[in-house]
């Protein structure tokens, strides 16, 4: 059933912490009996800093001068997805900036068939990599990816122009959306929270837009200001304790109006929170994204500031999540893909 726009606003204004404990339980309820309490890692791979756009809120935009760029080599890259293999997880994520040349094409193509090659198909792969062309999904697509991630950012039309240069466009954001779905992926988007100049309103909207969508996955969090970019003079007088407020609430809005998406429990959560991710789970989420990377890339990947984890590899956040995700009374879905129930619904 369609969500109550109505419904949707006065959940997402709640505000004390009874009402907001009542919301999260009713979230966890839902959870629970549509989803289960089985926790799905992907290891998320920052391949690269470079990116073509500007968006005004983001700290590796191409406007921002003050740090290295760089890509991992083939070689890295395929270490790590290794080393996620062998910690059992089922899925990895590639994330970057965005780049449509035939360079990075070609190489994300490769890299894809390697991480198939080297897991014998067994790892799932999810590309968060920008706006493409229906080929070039059509290529990743081939190649072994099944799942993308692009977020619509908001879906108010006014706000998104706000946000970004000129020669970024929402229409055809929206119509990437709809090429991943033909080409066959399962389809995340998701929206950042607390964005200069968006209300209570346009959040419900943006659920109702998930809900129209059918999407099969939501990764959202709340936007954190970043000193090198347009909206730099935000940094001062942010209010962590609203914003991760308003990213839980958020997550379990979703959970009871959509019941059976996968819901990722973000980073961002994490910035504003030491576990921030695990409240995310206790809000409704269910799956999580720890960050592979070499920490000698993190520092130059830097989308907001206070990204955590900057100076930790990977095997040592790997321990204590373990520990902190069975110790709030769930279990971790090692060497499972962990597809989205909406998804296999829809297909059957
Ligand atoms: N370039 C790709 C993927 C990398 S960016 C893309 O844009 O789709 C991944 C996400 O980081 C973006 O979708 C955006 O929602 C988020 N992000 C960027 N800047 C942020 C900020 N300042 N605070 C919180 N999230 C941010
Ligand atoms: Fe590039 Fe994505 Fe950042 Fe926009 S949000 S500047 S596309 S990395």
């Known amino acids: 059933m369609r969500p109550d726009k109505n419904e949707l606003i006065q959940m997402l204004s709640l505000e004390t912490d009874e009402e907001l404990n009542e919301l999260y339980k009713r979230a966890y309820e839902i959870k629970k009996s549509k989803v289960g309490t089985k926790v799905y890692f992907r290891g998320i791979i920052e391949l690269s800093n470079i990116c073509y756009k500007n968006c005004y809120y983001c700290g590796i935009r191409r406007g921002n001068p003050n740090f290295t760029r760089y890509t991992i080599s083939m070689e890295e890259a395929l270490t790590e997805a290794k080393w996620c293999y062998e910690q059992h997880y089922g899925s990895l994520v590639i994330q970057a900036g965005e780049r449509t040349d035939k360079a990075w094409i070609d190489f994300v193509t490769e890299l894809i068939s390697g991480i198939k090659q080297l897991s014998d198909g067994k790892l799932g792969i999810t590309l968060s990599l920008g706006e493409q062309s229906e080929e070039t999904y059509q290529r990743w697509f081939d190649a072994g990816a099944h799942r993308y991630l692009l977020r619509i950012e908001t879906t108010n039309q006014k706000l998104y122009k706000e946000l970004h240069p000129q020669d970024h466009d929402f229409e055809y954001r929206m119509s990437c959306l709809r090429l991943l779905r ?126 955590p984890c900057l100076d930790e590899n990977a095997d040592q956040c790997i321990g204590c999540l373990a520990r902190r995700i069975t110790s709030i009374g769930e279990t971790i879905g090692f060497d499972e893909w962990g597809d989205s129930l909406h998804y296999s619904k829809r297909k059957s």
């Open 182 to 307: 033909k080409v066959g992926y399962q389809v995340g988007t998701g929206v950042m929270e607390g964005l200069p100049g968006q209300s209570i309103e346009d959040l419900a909207d943006d659920i109702l837009f998930f809900y129209d969508e059918d999407v099969d996955m939501l990764g959202m969090g709340p936007y954190i200001p970043h000193r090198d970019t347009p909206l730099g003079s935000l940094v001062e007088g942010f209010d962590k304790e609203k914003a991760l407020k308003m990213g839980l609430k958020m997550i379990a809005t979703c959970r009871i109006a959509l019941q059976d998406v996968n819901i990722a429990t973000t980073t961002a959560l994490q910035a504003l929170h030491p576990e921030g991710r695990e409240l995310g789970l206790m809000a409704g989420a269910n799956v999580l994204m720890p960050n592979i990377t070499d920490t000698k890339y993190r520092e130059e990947y830097q989308l907001y500031e206070g990204k």
